[in-house]
């Protein structure tokens, strides 16, 4: 793969590297600005940041926002997460109208190659397990992985063909196959547009609404009103209409900076940093058991809101 791309698949202390999470997602044909919005980045929140200012973000006090870079390349842009795995997911619902592809580097859980086209996921596999590719047509990279060195057959993989060594670098060479791009790292790594990023405001598949301790999905609309009756938000201004809309059969849009738009960021937030402090040494004490069981009410509270509002996308 060369020395260029080792950043790739690179581990802390061995230079230069992204970390054994990152994502990387190309668009075609759309700014930085666009290419954040896509995948759900909050306008009040652009500002030119570095990765290194994602581990600043990652505390209490600010919520553990999960952040993106937008780097602009010709007529590409990538944004990248440190630490993230949302464009991996997003990759259909980012390519309407253009063309994405991402690839997904997850040390601890299962890392993915996606390529989508105007909201199709036309391919995707695990760089790792390349002869397992799935989509509406799995084979469409295949002459370019062959290309860079992919091994793209159940038999190489049983007779010890390494997909493993250099997984990330090679995706990325199949990236620039597709693109005719490649970041280099110190540009993914420098100044960039950035955004944090709340893919809820996204047209992205949802999960069913769901309770804790109760066995398969329940019913949207009534668990929405049974969770803002219980934590008394049942007057959290534009939610009854949004309800009253969806008895009526229509569709409903929570932009991010609606009032109802504003009230699911900061419950979305709430979950977050109750979830986040549990592994947070410096604030697990800076919020209490009543007030982590509440925090994380109010997320399963947006859980059922997106999929009241939107049951087409539901998954």
């Given at each position: 793969?060369g020395?260029?791309?080792?950043?790739?698949?690179?581990?802390p202390?061995e230079?230069?590297?992204?970390d054994?999470?990152?994502c990387?997602?190309?668009?075609?044909g759309?700014?930085?600005?666009?290419a954040?919005?896509?995948?759900?980045?909050?306008?009040?929140t652009?500002?030119?940041?570095?990765?290194?200012d994602?581990?600043?973000?990652?505390?209490?006090?600010?919520?553990?926002?999960?952040?993106a870079?937008a780097?602009?390349?010709?007529t590409?842009?990538v944004?990248?997460e440190?630490s993230?795995?949302?464009?991996?997911?997003?990759?259909?619902?980012?390519?309407?109208?253009?063309?994405v592809?991402s690839v997904l580097?997850h040390?601890?859980?299962t890392?993915s190659?996606?390529?989508?086209?105007?909201?199709?996921?036309?391919?995707?596999?695990d760089?790792t397990f390349?002869?397992?590719r799935?989509?509406?047509?799995p084979?469409?990279?295949l002459p370019r992985m062959?290309?860079?060195?992919?091994?793209i057959?159940e038999?190489?993989?049983?007779?010890g063909f390494?997909n493993?060594d250099?997984?990330?670098?090679r995706?990325?060479?199949?990236?620039?196959?597709v693109?005719?791009?490649?970041p280099?790292?110190?540009a993914l790594t420098?100044?960039?547009?950035?955004a944090?990023?709340?893919?809820?405001?996204?047209?992205?598949?949802r999960?069913?609404?769901?309770?804790?301790?109760?066995?398969?999905?329940?019913?949207?609309l009534?668990e929405?009103?049974?969770?803002?009756s219980?934590?008394?938000?049942?007057d959290?201004?534009?939610?009854?209409d949004?309800l009253?809309?969806v008895e009526?059969g229509?569709?409903?849009t929570?932009?991010?900076d609606s009032?109802?738009?504003r009230?699911?960021?900061t419950?979305?937030?709430?979950?977050?940093?109750a979830?986040w402090s549990?592994?947070d040494?410096s604030?697990?004490h800076?919020i209490?058991?009543?007030?982590r069981?509440?925090?994380?009410?109010?997320?399963w509270?947006?859980?059922a809101?997106?999929a009241?509002?939107?049951?087409?996308l539901?998954?």
């Amino acid at each position: 793969m060369g020395d260029d791309l080792a950043w790739a698949d690179a581990s802390p202390g061995e230079g230069q590297v992204l970390d054994e999470i990152f994502c990387l997602t190309f668009v075609r044909g759309v700014d930085a600005a666009e290419a954040l919005r896509r995948m759900g980045g909050m306008p009040d929140t652009v500002a030119t940041r570095t990765s290194s200012d994602h581990w600043k973000l990652h505390n209490f006090d600010d919520g553990y926002p999960e952040t993106a870079l937008a780097l602009p390349l010709g007529t590409w842009t990538v944004v990248f997460e440190p630490s993230g795995f949302n464009g991996s997911s997003l990759t259909p619902v980012v390519s309407r109208g253009t063309e994405v592809v991402s690839v997904l580097r997850h040390d601890y859980a299962t890392p993915s190659f996606d390529y989508a086209v105007d909201g199709e996921l036309i391919t995707t596999f695990d760089p790792t397990f390349p002869a397992h590719r799935y989509g509406a047509d799995p084979d469409r990279l295949l002459p370019r992985m062959l290309d860079v060195g992919f091994g793209i057959t159940e038999d190489e993989e049983d007779d010890g063909f390494d997909n493993f060594d250099g997984a990330f670098g090679r995706s990325l060479r199949l990236i620039e196959q597709v693109t005719g791009v490649l970041p280099a790292f110190e540009a993914l790594t420098g100044p960039l547009t950035s955004a944090y990023l709340e893919p809820w405001f996204t047209e992205a598949h949802r999960r069913p609404a769901g309770r804790p301790g109760h066995d398969g999905p329940v019913d949207a609309l009534a668990e929405v009103r049974r969770l803002s009756s219980l934590h008394g938000l049942s007057d959290t201004p534009g939610l009854a209409d949004a309800l009253a809309a969806v008895e009526r059969g229509e569709q409903v849009t929570a932009t991010p900076d609606s009032p109802l738009g504003r009230h699911v960021r900061t419950w979305l937030t709430d979950s977050r940093r109750a979830s986040w402090s549990l592994n947070d040494h410096s604030a697990r004490h800076r919020i209490n058991e009543t007030e982590r069981r509440r925090a994380f009410e109010l997320g399963w509270l947006t859980v059922a809101l997106g999929a009241a509002i939107r049951p087409d996308l539901v998954r």
